[in-house]
């Protein structure tokens, strides 16, 4: 493990591609994933949920097939998801997804891939979407860190 902020110490985080339908560049998400871990280590902490309690986290990129199953099984909702994060430091990505929303809301894929990947962290730092205000706070966090990871 390696420092992330003042006395706090940074998970390793492994980025894996599980599905073979879109290109991922493994090694340049990598960097950005750990690049992005560390700004969000400087974000105020929740005391439930905190990065720092992770030993390591691993984002996953997969099919929307096994994003679905994951969405059903644990979410109990229909269909395939952007982004799926588990508090054992787990963030599953739909490529599938992701490649569709990139195109409807005039994305590269490479932006909408760094957008789910801090999501996701953000999420595993005690960040909740579930409110207005929560989404509001989480979508500033999100623009700050991938205008200063850029």
Same mark, same amino acid.
């Given at each position: 493990?390696? !420092?992330?902020?003042? /006395? ?28 992005? %871990?560390?700004?969000?280590?400087? %974000? ?7 990065? $720092?309690?992770? @030993?390591?986290? *691993?984002?996953?990129?997969? *099919? ?7 969405? !059903? !099984?644990?979410?109990?909702?229909? /269909?395939? $998801? ?11 990505? *739909? ?10 809301? /005039?994305?590269? %894929?490479?932006?909408?891939?760094? %957008?789910?990947?801090? @999501? ?29 990871? *850029?």
């Amino acid at each position: 493990m390696r !420092r992330g902020g003042i /006395g706090d110490i940074a998970p390793q985080v492994v980025v894996r591609n599980l599905q073979r339908a879109v290109s991922i560049d493994v090694a340049i998400l990598q960097k950005f994933a750990a690049k992005a %871990l560390r700004l969000c280590l400087q %974000l105020r902490k929740d005391k439930q949920a905190d990065l $720092t309690r992770q @030993h390591e986290i *691993s984002i996953l990129f997969i *099919s929307d097939r096994r994003m679905a199953l994951l969405n !059903r !099984r644990f979410l109990n909702q229909s /269909g395939p $998801t952007d982004v799926i994060t588990f508090q054992h430091g787990e963030i599953f990505i *739909s490529a599938d997804t992701a490649r569709r929303h990139a195109r409807l809301f /005039g994305n590269s %894929l490479a932006r909408e891939v760094r %957008l789910y990947i801090v @999501h996701g962290l953000l999420h595993l730092h005690g960040l909740d979407d579930r409110s207005e205000a929560g989404s509001q706070k989480m979508e500033a966090a999100q623009e700050k860190i991938l205008a200063a990871s *850029s």
